[in-house]
């Protein structure tokens, strides 16, 4: 299985700070990477797709770029409903074997 | 608007079974793959395996081979997951989710049913 590394784990920014996730693919996975937020208790929620495509209704202050093996994700201006963990996948190894990175949670300072 | 609809909670002892469901409406449900994915109390997400609502074809993750079985009532719009052979380490929520019109890419989520496994 493709196996995907983020990183960091954890962060804490101030609000209006710029934050970046980081996600690393064990080999080439083009630019089928779609990252999440999920909030406490709540089902996840797509954010982007494709590794850079805002989906239709979420904040122009979230992007995110990459393709290959590295992949970014960043909140160009933290507000505090970012709250959230925030989750990278891919789906290059359709039909099967789709994999999360572990997650990264975002906290206010 | 897309919906999925899971039913509700559910504890059951090591060694059973468990069967969830998912409600789709909102869109003509046989024209999308259902996903299933988990979350154990305090870790990530982890995909189990997706089911074509139409054809009824399966893919399911390595890990879950011979446990898992995921099936479809086209009639009522309703895909199921069955978990077999459950311990504690099977206590999660359970999400379904559908692919947008691109395969893999998941923008409808159910609201996730928690699963207890305790004796």
């Known amino acids: 299985d493709i196996q995907m590394t983020q990183s960091p784990s954890s962060l804490s920014a101030f609000v209006g700070d710029s934050v970046t996730i980081t996600c690393q693919a064990s080999?080439?996975?083009?630019?089928?990477l779609n990252w999440y937020q999920q909030k406490s208790g709540k089902a996840p929620k797509l954010l982007i797709y494709d590794a850079s495509n805002l989906e239709t209704g979420v904040p122009s202050r979230f992007s995110g770029s990459g393709s290959g093996t590295y992949f970014t994700f960043t909140i160009s201006s933290l507000q505090p409903e970012d709250i959230a963990t925030y989750y990278c996948q891919q789906y290059d190894s359709l039909p099967s074997a789709l994999t999360f990175g572990g997650g990264t949670k975002v906290e206010i300072k | 608007q897309v919906q999925l609809v899971q039913s509700g909670g559910e504890v059951k002892k090591p060694g059973a079974s468990v069967k969830v469901s998912c409600k789709a409406s909102g869109y003509s449900f046989t024209g999308y793959y259902l996903n299933w994915v988990r979350q154990a109390p305090g870790q990530g997400l982890e995909w189990m395996g997706r089911?074509?609502?139409?054809?009824?074809?399966?893919y399911y993750a390595q890990r879950f081979q011979g446990r898992v079985t995921m099936t479809r009532e086209t009639s009522i719009s309703t895909a199921y997951m069955e978990l077999s052979g459950l311990t504690n380490d099977d206590t999660a929520v359970y999400y379904c989710?559908?692919?947008?019109?691109?395969?893999?890419?998941?923008?409808?989520w159910g609201q996730g049913t928690l699963v207890t496994v305790s004796s």
């Open positions: 989710a559908r692919d947008k019109e691109v395969a893999g890419i998941w923008g409808y």
């Open positions: 080999q080439d996975i083009r630019n089928y």
């Open positions: 089911i074509h609502s139409n054809s009824g074809d399966t």
